[in-house]
Each structure stands twice: as C-alpha cells, then as structure tokens.
C-alpha cells in the first residue's frame, strides 16, 4: 500500500516555474512506477510523466517534452515534477499516482492517487 501527498502548487505568472512534490509513505515506493497527471476545469484527467521504479526510464506527453521533467528521490521517498515556462493553459489540479499496470499514460491504471495540488498560471 503507499499513501500520495501533493505539495509545491500555487499561483504562478506565465514563463514561471514550479516544482510539484509528492511524498509517498509505504515501504513499497522504491519498486513502483509513479506518474504525474493533471486535471483542468471541465476536461478529462490528462497524462502528463511516469517514471520507471529506479529512475532510469522517463515518459513524457508529447505535448510537455522539454517543459517538464519528472525524477524521483526513493532515499526520501518523494517523486518530483519541475515545470518550467509556464502557460496559462497548464493551469490545473496536479496528480501524483502510483503503481500503473498496463499503459503509464492513462490513468485507469494507476492503482494509488494523492489528493491533488492546484497549479494557476496567470497571464
């Protein structure tokens, strides 16, 4: 079983950057897979990374490659995502999740959800 708690959202002026937490309890967070996804007013929850167990394999939605970069610290049992260059249209509650079978880019697979962390960008 591992717990997710979000942490680093706010308000932020567009061309900013962020760098989103999410602390993980249980003993299981160095041999899972984690992703980040995000969810806008009216719209479907969207993938955004994964990343594998170790570290060692990173995935990105095509749209967000270059922007944002997901790592993990198992020492500390925290998963990050530093996003930079900031848009209005990345406004949106953020999702760490844990644990995916199948595809990491959708979210239905994913076993294990924090509660979620608001990011605004303003223009």
């Known amino acids: 079983q591992v717990q997710l708690a979000e942490s680093g959202g706010g308000l932020v002026q567009a061309g900013g950057s962020l760098r989103l937490s999410c602390a993980a309890s249980?003993?299981?967070?160095?041999?899972?897979?984690m992703g980040w996804f995000r969810q806008a007013p009216g719209k479907e929850r969207e993938f955004v990374a994964a990343?594998?167990?170790?570290?060692?394999?990173?995935f990105y939605a095509d749209s967000l490659k270059g922007r944002f970069t997901i790592s993990r610290d198992n020492a500390k049992n925290t998963l990050y995502l530093q996003m930079n260059s900031l848009t209005p249209e990345d406004t949106a509650v953020y999702y760490c999740a844990g644990d995916p079978d199948g595809s990491w880019r959708a979210a239905a697979d994913y076993r294990y959800w924090g509660q979620g962390t608001q990011v605004t960008v303003s223009s």
């Open positions: 990343i594998n167990s170790g570290g060692s394999s990173r």
């Open positions: 249980g003993r299981t967070f160095s041999s899972t897979a």
